[in-house]
Each structure stands twice: as C-alpha cells, then as structure tokens.
C-alpha cells in the first residue's frame, strides 16, 4: 500500500500492513465471540457456501491441490478460517491502494483513497456517492 503524505510518497511494508490487517481481524473476531452461539451457529453455513463455491473455482483454475487448501479443519469454525483466508486477500488488494493525506497545521485537511484497478475493461463506471472513476481508469473514494 502506498500512504501518501503531503505529496510525499511512502510504501508501507508488507509487515506493518499484515499488522494493520490483522488488527482489524482481531476486532471482527472479539465482535463474533461475542455473538450468541445461535447466531454464530446460523453463520457457519454462509461461511460454508462461500467456502465452496471459492474452492470451485480454485479447482477450476489451478487445480485439486490447490482447491483442498480452502477447506478448513476437521471441526473447525469455517468463519474463522473464511476470515483468515480472506486476510490474505486483502493483503494482496492492498497493492492497488494508495491512501492520500493532506495536512493544515498539524491536523489532518482531507484524506482519500484510491484503489487501481487492473486495466480499463471498457465504458465508463456510473458514479455512486462519493465513489467516481478517475482519468487512469482506477476508482476513488473520498
């Protein structure tokens, strides 16, 4: 992920960003042991399906042993797993980041985010709330 302060340009490394990013896990993970077990129970087929249908497609695309490795454990919690896997994901999206501070004496005057995409894919993106297509084809969100 890039932070850019300033029009100063920084990278965040992939260690602190794995720390950003489980931080974040870690509060979602409080927030569901704090849940009922009924309600946690009612998740763990949601958490099952979107397991499969990822496990699907990995199958698909690269193969049995690589699909196997998206099933959790033997009675483990398939939210649980769902969550670390998708951790890994985000941390690959973070490439595309790029996070904009400005500053006004010490304070913090506007701060955007913008996320890359691949490449073009065609027509223009409608523009919703405060999410709008940039010249470069990459979305922005202000």
Not at 26 to 40: A, C, F, P, T
Not at 49 to 55: D, F, I
Not at 122 to 127: R, S
């Amino acid at each position: 992920m890039k932070v850019l302060i300033n029009n100063e340009e920084y990278d965040l490394p992939k260690e602190e960003e794995l720390i950003l990013l489980k931080a974040i896990q870690q509060v979602m993970m409080s927030e569901y042991d704090k849940l009922d077990g009924k309600w946690r129970l009612m998740g763990k087929p949601v958490s099952r399906e979107v397991l499969r249908q990822m496990e699907v497609k990995t199958r698909e695309k690269h193969g049995n042993e690589k699909a196997l490795m998206l099933r959790p454990e033997k009675r483990a919690d398939p939210t649980i797993h769902l969550s670390n896997i998708m951790l890994g994901i985000l941390q690959e999206a973070l490439k595309h980041v790029t996070l904009t501070i400005a500053t006004e004496h010490h304070t913090i005057a506007s701060l955007s985010i913008s996320i890359k995409g691949k490449s073009p894919a065609g027509g223009p993106m409608d523009t919703h709330g405060d999410i709008r297509m940039r010249q470069d084809y990459s979305t922005e969100i202000s």
